[in-house]
């Protein structure tokens, strides 16, 4: 793969190397200065926002992983949040597990059972098996609101903060360089697992999946495995996210399909196929309706009182408008709209 | 040239859309508090449900409650202070109320007026560490604990006390005829709420009520299916919002039901009126708010403050009108902590409402809270639908737990 003129790869090692040019490692470089800027300079408000895009960004992840890599639709991902959730939350309130080992057997078991809803792709694809997906979905939050037993008859479980050493992890600073990490991780996992035989099955799978298993790609347990990966990240997200200052309370509402929906739509805007994209995906549906919520408290105090009247309806309005002029600007999402900012840049002043 | 200038357009409009969302992060809020000799302003977080699932009754009812932040600003303020309240819509999304409560609440706001089951649930335990006072319109009965929620408060009397009002309501009205009774409810824990506490009132009382639950699934476009099941039922009690009920009662009309219908307070209103026109005939409200009639007692305020916008509380509706007298409780509760003396803490607000006794609204018997009891009605009156105007048919009913 040449990725600049004049540079050539020389030795395997630099043939394998993720980065080629100095220029990249120079946005590598400004991409971090940038994380490390945003704790100390963001007001609560946007910090935790923040905090919510890096655990957005992992169950987005997930589902880019099964969903643009692997080529199967998944509308549970709220689902496998929760499953998640009640997991952590149940093991550490009710068995007194130590947190980390909680987040950790809720991933797995959030990964078995996604497995299991992952069956019905054996036989179905596309919209029939976002059907099946969706039927998850429903038996999930439909559980939640009725097994009693998962949270003692309560309706919901509240957890405590995670401790380390008799240190309370419990303000918003703390959690952005705890989720910068985990994410961090989870992204430069999921980058070089493209760089493997199993990431590059996914691919051929999505592209023609009876070509994949003449070539000899278990196609099967291929695509049961993509869910359990994508199903074991939401589970990941949703047990952090129940340990999280703004979210220690696990009750049913918080995932349902609707919120499904949400993360099908950050890797549609940020970019089927691309890791990138599922964060700039999450990044985006997090900050947007964040923002327009800004806008309208922002409002309260200046004199467009009648405006504030109308905001709430507008919002969404406003929420879908970005979205459908994105996806017209670009239909490959933003990960594709960054390379064609790069591009331009390269070439400039030429055209081409 | 026109290829240049799109391609040049698209990371421009990027990078203007991404400056002006860091651009606006400057905080005004605070600059008011040093305007001259007046007092310093009280800062109050709010959370409604504009735009959500529950938006029907929520906007109203957030309507009341920044109205009379308004109106109490105008004529003085709570002992001098401005009470200054910030807002926002979170749409029934725990995850945003815990994002804006946190928001408002590290701006400085000493007390919180939540909305729903889902938030007040979800905030339950950070209000309880922060210790800020948080008032909603949840009248779920865990919440009136003090040992368990000390600083959750509710105004009105709470889902199971309206539940074993209006069981008792009917079983003196049958007097020893057994009865049976369906409790169609939504399918939340604002729905399953009362049901324990009323089946716990019949075993209790010895009641000779038949008493049968069914959920109203959400989404659902018509309740033939559990009418069928409940075809027994004297009488059918509703927990659920408006526009559900309103479906269910307009389906039992075509079914020539013969039940009564029976609304517990988030359905009792004029928006179910409008909305099961006909069918909401006869229909009774256990309201510890009663519904705005034209020339009611507890809305001459009211009626005085919207004179300026030429509009009525009859026309407010009545989760207007409880919106307003939740306000207005918090603020007594805020100027009995000022008139003790000392910080505006948490601890005293929450101190101040429980000192609050026979509060009088006029639309509800006298609010009292105290030490041990968090909800601050035990009983609530029974209204008719009578050619599609609230008629009260009973005064307020009070019944032991």
């Given amino acids: 793969m040449a990725t600049a003129t004049g540079v050539f790869h020389t030795t395997y090692r630099k043939d394998l190397a993720l980065r080629h040019t100095r220029a990249e490692y120079v946005r590598l470089g400004l991409l971090a200065a940038v994380l490390v800027w945003v704790p100390f300079n963001l007001n609560p408000y946007w910090l935790g926002y923040a905090n919510l895009i890096l655990l957005a960004a992992i169950a987005a992840v997930g589902l880019n992983i099964l969903t643009g890599y692997t080529g199967l639709i998944s509308l549970a991902t709220a689902g496998f949040l929760g499953v998640g959730a009640y997991t952590a939350a149940n093991l550490t309130v009710y068995y007194h597990w130590p947190m980390p080992l909680a987040v950790l057997s809720a991933t797995v078991l959030a990964a078995a059972i996604g497995a299991f809803f992952g069956l019905p792709a054996l036989r179905l694809k596309g919209l029939y098996l976002a059907i099946s997906t969706f039927a998850a979905q429903e038996i999930l939050s439909d559980r939640f609101r009725d097994w009693k037993w998962l949270t003692r008859g309560h309706g919901t479980i509240v957890t405590s903060y995670p401790t ?189 | 040239m026109n290829r240049f200038a799109r391609k040049l357009a698209l990371p421009l409009c990027v990078a203007l859309l991404v400056g002006a969302g860091c651009g606006k992060d400057n905080k005004k809020s605070d600059a008011k508090s040093s305007q001259g000799a007046t007092k310093a302003d009280i800062k109050v977080g ?55 409560y946190g928001q408002y609440v590290s701006e400085g706001a000493k007390v919180f007026m939540g909305w729903g089951t889902a938030d007040t649930e979800a905030l339950r335990p950070r209000v309880t560490s922060d210790k800020v006072p948080f008032m909603s319109a949840s009248n779920a009965e865990t919440l009136t604990d003090p040992s368990v929620t000390p600083y959750n408060f509710f105004p009105g009397a709470s889902y199971s006390q309206q539940m074993r009002i209006i069981l008792q309501y009917i079983a003196d009205k049958n007097k020893d005829k057994p009865v049976e009774v369906a409790v169609f409810h939504n399918d939340s824990p604002f729905g399953t709420s009362p049901l324990e506490d009323g089946k716990k009132y019949i075993a209790d009382k010895k009641l000779k009520i038949t008493f049968k639950s069914y959920a109203m699934p959400k989404g659902a476009t018509d309740y033939v299916a559990q009418i069928g099941q409940a075809k027994a039922a004297k009488y059918i009690i509703v927990q659920n919002v408006p526009s559900p009920a309103a479906v269910l009662a307009t389906n039992l009309a075509t079914a020539k039901s013969t039940a009564q219908l029976v609304c517990l307070n988030y359905c009792a209103n004029e928006i179910f009126v409008k909305k099961a026109g006909a069918a909401a005939e006869k229909m009774i409200g256990v309201v510890p708010f009663a519904p705005p009639v034209p020339g009611g007692s507890g809305l001459e305020e009211i009626n005085t403050f919207l004179k300026t916008k030429n509009t009525d509380a009859v026309a407010k509706g009545q989760g207007y009108v409880q919106g307003w007298y939740t306000m207005a409780v918090m603020s007594e509760g805020i100027k009995n902590a000022l008139a003790a003396g000392g910080d505006l803490t948490g601890e005293a607000v929450k101190a101040g409402l429980e000192k609050i006794t026979d509060f009088k609204t006029g639309v509800s018997d006298p609010i009292s809270f105290s030490s041990t009891f968090h909800a601050g009605l035990l009983s609530a009156p029974l209204y008719q639908v009578e050619g599609g105007v609230f008629k009260k048919i009973q005064d307020p009913i009070k019944v032991e737990k």
């Fill in chain 1, 164 to 352: 380390l050493g008799g240190h309370h992890f419990k303000s918003k600073f703390e959690w952005y360089w705890i989720l910068l990490v985990i994410t961090g991780l989870v992204v430069f996992a999921a980058i070089n697992l493209f760089r493997t035989g199993l990431g590059r099955s996914f691919i051929a799978i999505r592209d023609q999946d009876i070509a994949a298993e003449v070539m000899g790609v278990p196609v099967g347990r291929y695509k049961v495995l993509a869910f359990s990966i994508a199903c074991g990240l939401a589970g990941f997200a949703g047990a952090l996210q129940a340990f999280y200052p703004d979210g220690q309370t696990v009750t049913w509402e918080n995932y349902e399909i609707a919120k499904s929906f949400i993360f099908v739509a950050m890797i549609i805007v940020g970019g089927l196929g691309s890791i990138s994209g599922a964060v700039y995906g999450a990044m985006f549906l997090t900050w947007v309706p964040a923002y327009i919520t800004r806008i309208g408290q922002t409002l309260q105090k200046s004199s467009f009182h009648f405006l504030i009247e109308k905001l709430s309806a507008v919002q969404l309005a406003l929420f879908g408008f970005v979205l459908v002029v994105f996806l017209l600007v670009e239909p490959r999402g933003l990960a594709r709209l960054w390379q064609r900012v790069k591009e331009y840049f390269r070439i400039w002043p030429f055209r081409y």
């Fill in chain 2, 46 to 100: 709010a959370i409604f449900d504009l735009s959500g699932p529950t938006a029907d009754i929520g906007t109203p009812y957030s309507e009341g409650i920044r109205d009379y932040v308004d109106y109490r600003n105008t004529s003085g303020g709570v002992d001098g202070h401005k009470l200054a309240m910030s807002y926002s819509d979170f749409k029934y999304d725990p995850t945003t109320a815990g994002q804006l």
